[in-house]
């Protein structure tokens, strides 16, 4: 079935470094690739998201990039801060504007240690 | 404000025993989702409701059941036939798609902690 597979399971770096997270999905399908991020106790909120006619996007300090071919997409955090630790998750879905499901990856937690 | 309220917070049950989630939405939402989210598993989709009055099965229905009776309220009851059901799930909701450029970005609730003792 589909799959997104999520590395690392966990990030640790210093304020001001960089942090990437990387993610392959399965169905060759997919168009539709978002990130959340999930703050300790909290729902996990949209913070980035990129549909397969664009390679990259950018805003501010994240970025995500898409390879379709070899069906992998990364989420890039420049100069890291304390408030983005947290626990990351990508999702790929095929048909999202259709009522496609979100299929998420496991997920990623990032620690910026000050 | 709008948004998405999960209730309880916290819960604790007893093995066997039937426990109900709720889920409310203030955002006009026509599509809501029920998740669950083990450490190390990502979030795997439950049940979820296109419409009121009409739900479907995710991944892992089983030892769920839910309703759709109004729009803003779709609660997930955990039964006593769910081998594992300690774990934190989740509600979300979206507008309803509608095949056009708009992705309609998904809205979590801040999530229950179920326990069973």
């Known amino acids: 079935g589909e799959n997104v597979e999520q590395h690392p399971s966990t990030l640790s770096v210093q304020e001001g470094d960089s942090a990437v997270i990387k993610c392959t999905y399965s169905?060759?399908?997919?168009?539709?690739f978002p990130w959340y991020k999930q703050e300790l106790g909290k729902g996990p909120q949209l913070i980035i998201d990129i549909r397969s006619n664009v390679g990259e996007k950018k805003d501010q300090r994240i970025a995500v990039t898409l390879n379709k071919t070899a069906k992998h997409f990364s989420l890039h955090i420049t100069e890291t801060q304390p408030e983005d630790s947290a626990v990351y998750f990508c999702a790929a879905s095929r048909g999202y504007n259709q009522g496609g499901k979100l299929i998420f990856g496991q997920g990623t937690e990032l620690s910026v240690k000050p | 404000d709008g948004g998405i309220t999960q209730s309880p917070k916290y819960l604790f049950r007893k093995e066997g025993q039937n426990v109900t989630l709720s889920c409310e939405q203030n955002?006009?939402?026509?599509?809501m989702y029920w998740y669950r989210q083990d450490p190390g598993q990502g979030l795997r989709l439950i049940y979820y409701?296109?419409?009121?009055?009409?739900?479907q099965k995710g991944d892992i229905a089983e030892g769920y059941s839910v309703s759709r009776e109004k729009k803003e309220s779709f609660p997930l009851t955990v039964t006593s036939a769910q081998k594992n059901p300690t774990a934190f799930y989740l509600c979300?909701?979206?507008?309803?798609?509608?095949?056009?450029?708009?992705?309609?970005?998904?809205?979590f609730g801040e999530g229950s902690r179920l326990t069973v003792l």
């Open positions: 409701s296109q419409i009121v009055n009409d739900f």
């Open positions: 979300a909701s979206r507008v309803r798609a509608s095949g056009g450029t708009n992705t309609g970005e998904l809205f």
């Open positions: 955002l006009n939402h026509d599509a």
């Open positions: 169905d060759s399908a997919s168009n539709y």
